[in-house]
C-alpha cells in the first residue's frame, strides 16, 4: 500500500511552517494516542504513521529533501523505508511530551536544567485593632514564627567548606522519566526531592535543610481607614525557601474589634443617644463623642420622638484608600423617667390632665383602634 502524504497525514497544508505543524502532531498525538482509543486496533498504526510524519517534517533538511522528491528521499535509508527507523517514535513523541503532559505533571521546571528551589510558603498573621486604631491608622511591631534562611552556610544546606553537589540519580535534572506502555512518565527525583543536589556534608545548624526555624519581628504600618477582613500583603516577608529559594509573601489580617459606644457599617459611624424626656419634649443642646475623640454639639429639636435620627457630616471613618471622612449618624433614644418622688408623680399627673394634643401619634393611634373596633361590632 501507497504511503499516505506525510502533510496529508497531520491534516496540514505543504506550505505550513514549523508552528503549525507541531501544533497539528499535538491534536494528531492527542486523538490516536493507543492508551486513549484501547477498543481502536488501528489506532496504534495511525499513531505511528503520524509520529513518522513529524519526524520528517520537523527537521528543515528532512523536510526540504521530502518536498523536493517526496517519499522516494529516504527509500533504501537503513530504516525500513521509515526515516526515523523502523517503530521508533520516540524522539517525535519527546518533543511534544511536555506541551502535552506538562500541566497535568507539574511542568518541566525551566528549559531542561534542574528544578529551581523551592519558594518559601506564605504565612498569615492575625491582627486585632480598636476601633480608634482603625480610625487614625498605626506603626506596630509585630513577631512572626518562620523559617529563615540559615545564616552558618547561607541557605546551601552543605556545611563550611563544602558544597551540594550534582544528584547522580537524575543527573542533576531534578526529575526522572519512566516508561508506561507509550507514555514517558516524569516524576520528580526520589534521591534529591526534585532539587538536582545532595547535601553529602550537611551543615551542623539546619541539617542541611538551608533555613532555620526563628522569631522575626516586623514593623508594620496599619493604613486608617482598615476595617474587619482587611488584607495587608507583605511581599517577601513570608517563609524561606528551601535551599535558597525566594520567600514567600507574609499577609496580616485586620480584626477591628467592636465599640462600646460606635458601631461602623463601611465609613459610616452610628451612636445611639440617650435623652431626657423633658429635653426631647422642650428642645435643646447636647454633646455627643467623636470617634477621633472630641466632640460635636447637636440641637435637639423640641418635640423629638425615640428613633431620630440626625446626620454629622465628616465624622465618620475614612476609607482605607484614601478620600473623604464617612458621616456619623446620631439616633435619639429618649429616656422614660424612673425612681419617680411622690411630688414628680403629681406633677407629672398634672401635666397630663393639662394635656390636649400633646401626644399626636398615641392620639392618631388609639382613634384607629377605636375605629377597629367599632367596624367589628358592626358585623356581629
Same mark, same amino acid.
Given at each position: 500500500?501507497?504511503?499516505?502524504d506525510?502533510?496529508?497525514t497531520?491534516?496540514? %497544508?505543504?506550505?505550513?511552517d514549523?508552528?503549525?505543524?507541531?501544533? %497539528?502532531?499535538?491534536?494528531?498525538?492527542?486523538?490516536?494516542?493507543?492508551?486513549?482509543?484501547?477498543?481502536?486496533?488501528?489506532?496504534?498504526?495511525?499513531?505511528?504513521?503520524?509520529? &513518522?510524519?513529524?519526524e520528517?517534517?520537523?527537521?528543515?533538511?528532512?523536510?526540504a %529533501?521530502?518536498?523536493?522528491?517526496?517519499?522516494?528521499a529516504?527509500?533504501?535509508?537503513?530504516?525500513?523505508?521509515?526515516?526515523?527507523?523502523?517503530?521508533?517514535f520516540?524522539?517525535?513523541?519527546?518533543?511534544?511530551?511536555?506541551?502535552?503532559?506538562?500541566?497535568f505533571?507539574?511542568?518541566?521546571?525551566?528549559?531542561?536544567?534542574?528544578q529551581?528551589?523551592?519558594?518559601?510558603?506564605?504565612?498569615r498573621?492575625n491582627?486585632?485593632?480598636?476601633?480608634?486604631?482603625?480610625?487614625?491608622?498605626?506603626h506596630?511591631?509585630?513577631?512572626v514564627?518562620?523559617?529563615?534562611?540559615?545564616?552558618?552556610?547561607?541557605?546551601?544546606?552543605?556545611?563550611?567548606?563544602s558544597?551540594?553537589?550534582?544528584?547522580?540519580?537524575?543527573?542533576?535534572?531534578?526529575?526522572?522519566?519512566?516508561q508506561?506502555?507509550?507514555?514517558?512518565?516524569e516524576?520528580?527525583?526520589?534521591?534529591?526531592?526534585?532539587?538536582?543536589q545532595?547535601?553529602?556534608?550537611?551543615?551542623?545548624?539546619?541539617?542541611?535543610?538551608?533555613?532555620?526555624?526563628?522569631?522575626? %519581628?516586623?514593623?508594620?504600618n496599619?493604613?486608617?481607614g482598615v476595617?474587619?477582613?482587611?488584607?495587608?500583603?507583605?511581599?517577601?516577608?513570608g517563609?524561606?525557601?528551601?535551599?535558597?529559594?525566594?520567600?514567600?509573601?507574609?499577609?496580616?489580617?485586620?480584626?477591628?474589634?467592636?465599640?462600646?459606644?460606635?458601631?461602623?457599617?463601611?465609613?459610616?459611624?452610628?451612636?445611639?443617644?440617650?435623652?431626657?424626656?423633658t429635653?426631647?419634649?422642650?428642645?435643646?443642646d447636647?454633646e455627643?463623642?467623636?470617634?477621633?475623640?472630641g466632640?460635636?454639639?447637636?440641637?435637639?429639636p423640641?418635640?423629638?420622638?425615640?428613633g431620630?435620627?440626625?446626620r454629622?457630616?465628616a465624622?465618620?471613618?475614612?476609607?482605607?484608600?484614601?478620600?473623604?471622612?464617612?458621616d456619623?449618624?446620631?439616633?435619639?433614644?429618649?429616656?422614660?423617667?424612673?425612681?419617680?418622688?411622690?411630688?414628680?408623680? &403629681?406633677?407629672l399627673?398634672?401635666?397630663? &390632665?393639662?394635656s390636649?394634643?400633646?401626644?399626636?401619634?398615641?392620639?392618631?393611634?388609639?382613634?384607629?383602634?377605636?375605629?377597629?373596633w367599632d367596624?367589628m361590632?358592626?358585623?356581629?
Amino acid at each position: 500500500m501507497a504511503k499516505r502524504d506525510y502533510y496529508e497525514t497531520l491534516g496540514i %497544508a505543504k506550505g505550513a511552517d514549523a508552528d503549525e505543524i507541531k501544533k %497539528a502532531y499535538r491534536r494528531k498525538a492527542k486523538e490516536l494516542h493507543p492508551d486513549r482509543n484501547a477498543d481502536n486496533p488501528a489506532s496504534e498504526g495511525l499513531f505511528k504513521e503520524a509520529n &513518522e510524519a513529524y519526524e520528517v517534517l520537523k527537521n528543515n533538511d528532512k523536510k526540504a %529533501a521530502y518536498d523536493r522528491y517526496g517519499h522516494a528521499a529516504f527509500e533504501g535509508s537503513g530504516g525500513g523505508g521509515r526515516p526515523g527507523g523502523q517503530g521508533d517514535f520516540s524522539g517525535a513523541f519527546s518533543d511534544v511530551f511536555d506541551d502535552l503532559f506538562g500541566d497535568f505533571m507539574g511542568g518541566r521546571g525551566g528549559s531542561g536544567g534542574r528544578q529551581r528551589p523551592a519558594r518559601g510558603s506564605d504565612l498569615r498573621y492575625n491582627m486585632r485593632v480598636s476601633l480608634e486604631e482603625a480610625f487614625k491608622g498605626l506603626h506596630k511591631t509585630i513577631n512572626v514564627p518562620t523559617a529563615v534562611s540559615c545564616t552558618t552556610c547561607e541557605g546551601s544546606g552543605a556545611a563550611a567548606g563544602s558544597e551540594p553537589a550534582t544528584c547522580g540519580t537524575c543527573a542533576g535534572m531534578g526529575k526522572v522519566r519512566a516508561q508506561q506502555g507509550f507514555f514517558t512518565v516524569e516524576r520528580a527525583c526520589p534521591t534529591c526531592s526534585g532539587a538536582g543536589q545532595v547535601i553529602k556534608n550537611p551543615c551542623s545548624s539546619c541539617r542541611g535543610a538551608g533555613r532555620v526555624e526563628k522569631d522575626r %519581628a516586623l514593623s508594620v504600618n496599619i493604613p486608617p481607614g482598615v476595617e474587619t477582613g482587611t488584607r495587608i500583603r507583605l511581599s517577601g516577608e513570608g517563609e524561606a525557601g528551601s535551599r535558597g529559594g525566594p520567600q514567600g509573601d507574609l499577609y496580616i489580617f485586620i480584626e477591628v474589634d467592636d465599640h462600646e459606644i460606635f458601631e461602623r457599617e463601611g465609613t459610616k459611624l452610628f451612636c445611639n443617644i440617650p435623652v431626657s424626656m423633658t429635653s426631647a419634649a422642650m428642645g435643646g443642646d447636647i454633646e455627643v463623642p467623636n470617634i477621633d475623640g472630641g466632640r460635636s454639639r447637636v440641637k435637639i429639636p423640641a418635640g423629638s420622638q425615640s428613633g431620630r435620627q440626625m446626620r454629622l457630616r465628616a465624622k465618620g471613618m475614612p476609607a482605607v484608600r484614601g478620600g473623604a471622612l464617612g458621616d456619623m449618624f446620631i439616633e435619639l433614644q429618649v429616656e422614660t423617667p424612673v425612681n419617680l418622688t411622690a411630688r414628680q408623680k &403629681e406633677l407629672l399627673k398634672e401635666f397630663e &390632665e393639662l394635656s390636649t394634643n400633646n401626644s399626636p401619634e398615641s392620639q392618631g393611634f388609639f382613634n384607629k383602634v377605636k375605629g377597629f373596633w367599632d367596624s367589628m361590632k358592626g358585623r356581629d
